[in-house]
């Protein structure tokens, strides 16, 4: 079974901190994805990575960067969280053109 | 850019009755793949159903089927027999290939008992 943790299930930070949040995936997939989940917007693309040290923009980076060092870990940085950035994250990890499996998700919350 | 539209925002269906839930998209890509996630209230997101654009044959896991109408750009999923486990968020999903996937905004079905 393809397996995708991440480090946290709550966090609850305050405005202005820098926040990592953590993916980790144990099929040596290439493709690896953040999103974010919103009630009534469904979930969105952040970033997302197909190779070590490459990222690629999605359709809402701002506020966000990524890092990539080592294949199967791709990290979601908020340099200064704000209260906007309250929500459910999910990282989500793929073989090329396979299917993308999702990670439990974090559930931020700043104050 | 890509649009995935889920018209039904809820719907209720009594347990052992069959569900359909729609969903359409635009793109004027011709080879894509589709999918289909159940997020039940544990917010694991489970993958149910793919299909690939080039595929004629409508995709079937057990009891999910989908009616897939590359033309109409249409892209439904029928749950046949359906069971109080099936009570959750519906997504649906499309992709180019090695990028994002491009989501509805779901449907909440409840499965009565």
């Known amino acids: 079974d393809v397996k995708v943790t991440q480090s946290s299930r709550y966090l609850v930070k305050r405005t202005g901190e820098k926040v990592f949040l953590e993916c980790v995936q144990d099929?040596?997939?290439?493709?690896m994805f953040w999103y974010r989940q919103d009630p009534g917007l469904g979930l969105r693309l952040i970033y997302f990575?197909?190779?070590?040290?490459?990222?690629e923009k999605g359709d809402i980076p701002e506020g966000y960067s990524v890092s990539r060092e080592k294949k199967e870990r791709f990290s979601l940085i908020l340099e200064s969280a704000s209260t906007n950035q309250t929500s459910m994250y999910l990282c989500?990890?793929?073989?090329?053109?396979?299917?993308?499996?999702f990670g439990p998700g974090t559930r931020l919350l700043v104050l | 850019a890509q649009t995935v539209t889920q018209s039904q925002p809820e719907m209720s269906v009594q347990e052992a009755e069959t569900v359909t839930l729609s969903c359409t998209y635009d793109?004027?890509?011709?080879?894509?793949?589709l999918f289909w996630y159940k997020q039940p209230p544990s917010r694991q997101m489970i993958l149910v159903i793919r299909?690939?654009?080039?595929?004629?044959q409508n995709a079937t896991e057990n009891r999910f089927s989908v009616n897939f109408q590359k033309a109409a750009k249409s892209f439904s999923l029928k749950i046949s027999d359906s069971q109080l486990g099936d009570t959750a968020m519906y997504f649906c999903?499309?992709?180019?290939?090695?990028?994002?996937?491009?989501f509805g905004k779901g449907t909440h079905l409840i499965i009565q008992p």
């Open positions: 989500a990890s793929s073989s090329l053109e396979e299917t993308q499996y």
């Open positions: 990575s197909y190779d070590v040290k490459m990222k």
């Open positions: 793109t004027s890509e011709n080879n894509y793949y």
């Open positions: 099929m040596d997939h290439e493709n």
């Open positions: 999903a499309f992709t180019g290939g090695a990028d994002g996937l491009t």
């Open positions: 299909q690939e654009a080039y595929k004629q």
